[in-house]
């Protein structure tokens, strides 16, 4: 009878597992838990959706429907790219030419599907897949591969290695799957936690080699200052003023920050491959990169009313938080809540 009773009031101790709630988990645990609720691989896919919507929203601006977009905006990817390249770009913006807001019709419609598409569990999958084709079209004509091949425009100032890639990028990194999120957000998609790092480092080991490119008669430093100056015609006042600032002070300090900031790009990469010090590599790329869309980027040229994205920035935040760490240890999980042995273990020691 003694024995019964305090086996009863075992089963309701916290310290056993019972039906009473365990012991409140330290802030780090609950910091962690924070992170864990917020970063899904659902609330991506919306972000995601949402930047889509942004894009269809800005592609549907009168000064898309013009012929002067097609005929400046579009036909200017064609320079300094391989004779290959620049011939393909000048015949496709020939043959958009003639019914230029026809074709804007379509291309802010197709934008508008991806993100309407994103912000719904159903049709994740098939707007993912619109959007891959709409990203490989774009990316060769609407962004000359990125600049990739072109002396300037490949920097990570410029957004390397093109926007529209990096769209492509997120949604395959985002695709549903039946994987568990476990570790981080990018473990469920098709890539895996680690495909994910290897991507990223691919991308961040991509920008130093960029950074460090100089041009025909530029230096590295020198090509900064010159993708800067170039995005202040149209941007407000106040905007320009950073973007002198930004050139004087890139042309002051000039190949010391050229370096450095080829090293911090290479840093986090390495870091993130490796899994060491993650989330702090993770923030010096989101700052480094907020950094590169206001100053390099002008938030992808919005405020000066002739944009059709926001530019890199926001997406390599959004891949930055799909690698971010979202769970806590399964060993200090095991620590805090003991589970049936604990109970079995206490019981026989009452009943001896």
């Known amino acids: 009878m003694q024995v019964g009773l305090w086996r009863t009031r075992l089963e309701a101790s916290p310290e056993v597992g019972g039906s009473r709630p365990a012991q409140a988990p330290s802030d780090g645990a609950v910091g962690v838990g924070r992170v864990r609720r917020l970063l899904t691989q659902r609330r991506l896919q919306v972000v995601l959706g949402l930047i889509w919507l942004l894009d269809a929203g800005l592609q549907f601006q009168p000064y898309m429907f013009s012929r002067g977009f097609v005929a ?121 936690a680690r495909g994910t790092r290897v991507l990223w480092a691919a991308l961040w080991f991509g920008m130093s080699i960029e950074q460090l490119r100089p041009a025909p008669g530029l230096s590295p430093s020198s090509v900064m200052t010159v993708i800067v100056s170039m995005n202040e015609p149209g941007e407000p006042t106040w905007l320009v003023h950073l973007d002198k600032v930004a050139t004087t002070a890139i042309s002051s300090i000039g190949s010391p920050l050229v370096l450095v900031l080829a090293l911090v790009e290479v840093t986090i990469g390495v870091l993130v491959l490796r899994g060491h010090q993650v989330k702090a590599a993770l923030w010096a790329a989101i700052v480094l990169s907020a950094l590169f869309w206001v100053v390099g980027q002008d938030f992808g040229g ?13 997406l390599y935040v959004l891949l930055a938080f799909s690698l971010y760490p979202r769970s806590i240890s399964r060993r200090r999980e095991a620590s805090q809540v003991p589970g049936p042995a604990s109970f079995a273990a206490a019981s026989t020691r009452l009943t001896a």
């Open 72 to 192: 400046d905006f579009l036909a200017m990817n064609d320079m300094f790219q391989p004779h290959v390249i620049a011939v393909a770009i000048e015949k496709i913006t020939e043959f958009l030419l003639p019914h230029a807001a026809a074709w804007n019709v379509l291309f802010a419609t197709t934008q508008l599907a991806v993100g309407v598409g994103l912000l719904f569990r159903r049709t994740v999958k098939p707007a993912l897949l619109l959007s891959f084709a709409w990203v490989l079209g774009v990316w060769v004509v609407g962004e000359g591969l990125g600049g990739l091949l072109t002396p300037i425009m490949g920097s990570p100032l410029a957004g390397f290695p093109g926007p529209v890639l990096i769209y492509g990028l997120v949604g395959l990194v985002l695709w549903p799957t039946r994987r568990l999120e476990r570790e981080t957000v990018a473990s469920a998609g098709p890539l895996g």
């Open 302 to 314: 919005i405020l000066a009313g002739h944009a059709t994205d926001p530019s890199a920035g926001p």
